[in-house]
């Protein structure tokens, strides 16, 4: 029996009256890929900033399970829940502007990260960023400019390569194709699903592109007024969906 | 084996005056190793929908689908996912990937997603690429950018790469001249000879007739 890497029951977090999420339960596997859609205000992005440590829940449990050792997020102390989120979580912006610093350079803001978690040897920490540059296909003569010089795909990769490079366990993405272009946003697509599949990247994936879920996710959930919905395999959800709305989301999407 | 067990499938439109389509009321039928089971009928008649209830993209109403002796109807979708990966290959009518992804890696993936190294998946995608009668210059390429009949033969490479149990094939041979068609039907031949259960969708006689496959008539199963 595998144990889940991630385990939410009952999450809940509402803004004083108004209902964030309500009543979450889900379980996510190691290599997993879980997309959440919904349409706006359904709750998709309180949901990943309760998981991702983002926000304070008003109630509920997460549990990571990371290499056998447990850690009950929402009871650990605050220093022991900032070293979890910097060494085992990472978080990818819909808007790269909101994940990297513009006025340091490509390769200072993934260095940054890795010195975050431990790295001193300056030389080491080059050398890694360069790799990882070429990993997301920045051409590594770059890797001293500011991020301001770089087009929104560049960015968005470079947020990519400064989010993956510490080995997160699990990786938070909003929309992280939102903002981008549609030629742009088929190769940040394609480099996401290619380093989804070499490296075993367990992600949670918000996006309210039903595409980029029956692309990359292997399991999604739908939400709808802060609660889940319908849940299940992603082309089992999006083939055969058993809700009303859900139903209404999958046939309203526009085929080229 | 595959054994589908009085299956009940319905749709309900919820948003078309809810509507109810019953597309199956206790389908049986089984398929056994080795064999190559074709499902026949009209076009709406539902022969995908078979395909997709034991892949699990459907969701069955009532009965039971068994494969490797486990229930699709009751497991959990990480267990499904995991049947997938070891034991279901499944080629479906039209080829799904992402604009950019060469030929080559489409066909190495699956492979690659279950731990084989790159090497072997590499050496193997390439003989299936020449078996499949695929140009040397198209593959590093994306197959976005193929002929029908080529996506055809890239999906079904995607597909048979692995050494799995079961097979569910949509139309496999539509969209092929005869000379490729023959090579795909020499492909399934290979995969059933092996001990592969297979259940297909084959629009021809004569893919029909040379698979030598045991004919499941979907009208009369569908009448009770």
Not at chain 1, 154 to 175: C, G, H, W, Y
Not at chain 1, 237 to 243: G, I, K, T
Not at chain 2, 83 to 108: C, E, H, N, W
Request: with cysteine; proline share 3%.
């Amino acid at each position: 029996m595998i144990i889940p890497l991630l385990k939410v029951t009952n999450l809940s977090k509402s803004y004083d009256n108004i209902v964030g999420c309500k009543n979450i339960s889900m379980s996510l596997y190691p290599g997993e890929v879980l997309g959440i859609v919904g349409e706006s205000g359904s709750g998709k992005t309180t949901l990943i900033n309760c998981l991702s440590g983002n926000l304070e829940p008003d109630r509920g449990k997460i549990i990571f399970n990371i290499n056998n050792k447990e850690t009950d997020f929402l009871n650990i102390s605050e220093s022991e829940k900032r070293k979890f989120i910097r060494t085992d979580l990472a978080f990818v912006h819909q808007n790269p502007r909101d994940g990297l610093r513009l006025n340091v350079s490509a390769g200072g803001n993934i260095g940054e990260k890795l010195m975050s978690v431990g790295y001193r040897h300056y030389g080491n920490i080059r050398s890694l960023a360069t790799k990882w540059m070429n990993k997301v296909e920045i051409d590594k003569s770059r890797i001293d400019d500011l991020p301001i010089t770089f087009s929104g795909g560049m960015l968005q990769r470079l947020q990519i390569a400064k989010n993956l490079i510490t080995s997160p366990n699990v990786i938070f993405m909003d929309e992280p194709t939102g903002g981008l272009d549609v030629s742009v946003q088929a190769r940040v697509l394609d480099l996401i699903r290619s380093l989804v599949n070499e490296l075993n990247l367990t992600v949670i994936i918000v996006s309210h592109d039903l595409a980029v879920i029956r692309l990359l996710a292997d399991k999604m959930i739908v939400m709808k007024n802060g609660t889940v919905i319908e849940s299940g395999l992603s082309d089992q959800v999006l083939e055969d969906p058993q809700q009303e709305y859900t139903q209404l989301l999958v046939s309203s999407v526009l085929h080229v | 084996m595959i054994e589908v067990k009085k299956v009940n499938k319905s749709f309900t439109l919820f948003n078309q005056n809810n509507a109810k389509i019953t597309v199956f009321k206790n389908l049986n039928f089984e398929v056994n190793p080795g064999e190559i089971v074709a499902l026949k009928g009209p076009s709406g008649i539902g022969k995908s929908s078979i395909l997709k209830m034991i892949y699990g993209s459907y969701i069955i109403d009532k009965g039971a689908i068994i494969i490797n002796n486990k229930n699709i109807a009751t497991l959990s979708a990480q267990e499904i996912l995991k049947l997938r990966k070891t034991s279901i290959g499944y080629v479906s009518q039209f080829l799904k990937v992402i604009p950019r992804i060469s030929a080559l890696d489409v066909i190495m993936e699956p492979l690659l997603n279950s731990g084989d190294n790159k090497n072997n998946a590499y050496k193997k995608s390439i003989k299936l690429l020449k078996d499949l009668n695929i140009e040397k210059n198209l593959w590093h390429l994306s197959p976005l950018t193929f002929s029908g009949g080529e996506q055809q033969r890239i999906n079904i490479a995607r597909g048979f790469i692995k050494d799995l149990p079961y097979l569910l094939l949509d139309e496999p041979t539509a969209s092929l001249d005869s000379k490729n068609r023959d090579i795909i039907i020499n492909l399934i031949k290979a995969k059933s000879n092996r001990g592969v259960s297979i259940i297909g969708i084959f629009h021809d006689e004569y893919s029909r007739k040379k698979l030598n496959v045991r004919e499941i008539d979907l009208n009369i199963e569908t009448k009770h």
